[in-house]
C-alpha cells in the first residue's frame, strides 16, 4: 500500500509493524480488536499485509458488561472497512467471582478469562499469531493485565516496538483511521475505588452520565464514584467551558440518582485510581 507519511517517524514504524505482519502472516494473525486507535493500527496494517498475499485477518471483540456500551457497533463497522474477518466473543469477566469484589489485581484476572477465550476462538479459526494493542506508554502505568497477556503469548507489537501513544495517533491519522483521535475508552471498573464490589446498576449510570458530558462537546470524560460522592475528571483547559453547562450536568447527574457532585481540580488523569498503587 502507498500512502502518503507527514514524517519519517511515521513512515518508519508503518514499515516496522508491516514488517512484523509479513513475518507472520502464515501463522494467521488475529488482533484483540476494541475499535480504539491502538487496535485499528494493528488492525489496518495488518489487513494491508494480507491483502496483497491473499491472506484474512481475525479481529476479535469482546462484548463484555464492563465496558462502555456503543463500541460494539462501531468496531463492527470499523473492522469490515479494513477488510478484516471479524468476531465478537461474549464473555461474562463474573464467571470469576473474585472479579465482582474488584481487587487490585482485577485487570490481571479479566485479561487472563478474556484472552484465554480469544485462544480457544483463534485457533478454532487457524489463526495462531494473536495481538493486543499495549502501547510502549503503558509501561508507565499500572497495567496488571500486561502480565496476563506475557504469560499466554500474545504479542504486542506497538509496545515490543517502543510505539508511543502519540506516535500511533499521529501514524492512524496518516492512514485516515476513523479512530485515530478517538479518547481512549478503559473498562467502566475503573470508575470505582479497589475493594469496591462492582455494581451494575452503578456501572450503567456513570457509563451514561459520561456520554451526556461528552456530547455536550469535551474530550476526555471520566466519572469516578466514592460512595456518595461523584468526582467529575475532564480536561483542565476545559474548565471554563465546563463551568458554563455545570448546571445542566448536575441536573443530569442527579436525575441518574448521584448525590454530592464534585469537579476534581487536577483534571482528568488516566489511572488516577490507582494513585495509592503505583
Given at each position: 500500500m502507498e500512502y502518503n507519511f507527514t514524517s519519517d517517524i511515521n513512515q518508519f514504524n508503518y514499515q516496522k509493524l508491516a514488517?512484523?505482519?509479513?513475518?507472520?502472516?502464515n501463522s494467521g494473525i488475529c488482533v484483540a480488536f476494541s475499535g480504539g486507535v491502538d487496535s485499528s493500527l494493528l488492525l489496518k496494517i495488518a489487513c494491508?499485509?494480507?491483502?496483497?498475499?491473499?491472506?484474512?485477518?481475525?479481529?476479535?471483540?469482546?462484548?463484555?458488561?464492563?465496558?462502555?456500551?456503543?463500541?460494539?457497533?462501531?468496531?463492527?463497522?470499523l473492522a469490515l472497512s479494513f477488510g478484516a474477518n471479524h468476531k465478537v466473543i461474549a464473555v461474562d469477566e463474573f464467571s470469576d467471582p473474585e472479579i465482582m469484589h474488584n481487587p487490585i489485581d482485577?485487570?490481571?484476572?479479566?485479561?487472563?478469562?478474556?484472552?484465554?477465550?480469544?485462544?480457544?476462538?483463534?485457533?478454532?479459526?487457524?489463526?495462531?499469531?494473536?495481538?493486543?494493542?499495549?502501547?510502549?506508554?503503558?509501561l508507565d502505568a499500572y497495567r496488571p493485565g500486561m502480565?496476563?497477556?506475557?504469560e499466554l503469548g500474545i504479542h504486542s507489537p506497538?509496545?515490543?516496538?517502543?510505539?508511543?501513544?502519540?506516535?500511533?495517533?499521529?501514524?492512524?491519522s496518516d492512514l485516515f483511521i476513523l479512530s485515530s483521535?478517538?479518547?481512549?475508552?478503559?473498562?467502566?471498573?475503573?470508575?470505582?475505588?479497589?475493594?469496591?464490589?462492582?455494581?451494575?446498576?452503578?456501572l450503567e449510570r456513570i457509563d451514561l452520565g459520561e456520554k451526556y458530558i461528552k456530547k455536550l462537546g469535551f474530550?476526555?470524560?471520566?466519572?469516578?464514584?466514592?460512595?456518595?460522592?461523584?468526582?467529575?475528571?475532564?480536561?483542565k483547559e476545559?474548565?471554563?467551558?465546563?463551568?458554563?453547562?455545570?448546571?445542566?450536568?448536575?441536573?443530569?447527574?442527579?436525575?441518574?440518582?448521584?448525590?454530592y457532585i464534585t469537579l476534581d481540580l487536577e483534571g482528568f488523569r488516566s489511572g488516577s485510581m490507582d494513585i495509592k498503587i503505583t
Open positions: 514488517k512484523v505482519m509479513e513475518t507472520n502472516s494491508d499485509t494480507a491483502k496483497e498475499k491473499n491472506q484474512s485477518v481475525l479481529a476479535v471483540t469482546f462484548e463484555t458488561r464492563l465496558h462502555p456500551h456503543g463500541d460494539l457497533d462501531e468496531a463492527k463497522e482485577r485487570c490481571y484476572r479479566c485479561k487472563n478469562l478474556l484472552f484465554k477465550t480469544l485462544i480457544q476462538t483463534a485457533q478454532k479459526e487457524d489463526y495462531h499469531y494473536l495481538m493486543d494493542g499495549s502501547n510502549y506508554d503503558d502480565k496476563a497477556l506475557k506497538l509496545l515490543e516496538l517502543k510505539i508511543t501513544k502519540s506516535e500511533i495517533r499521529s501514524l492512524a483521535n478517538r479518547p481512549s475508552a478503559p473498562c467502566l471498573a475503573t470508575r470505582l475505588p479497589y475493594g469496591d464490589t462492582l455494581d451494575f446498576d452503578l474530550y476526555n470524560v471520566r466519572l469516578r464514584a466514592h460512595k456518595d460522592i461523584l468526582r467529575i475528571e475532564v480536561d476545559a474548565f471554563p467551558k465546563f463551568m458554563e453547562s455545570y448546571g445542566t450536568v448536575v441536573q443530569q447527574l442527579k436525575e441518574l440518582g448521584f448525590l
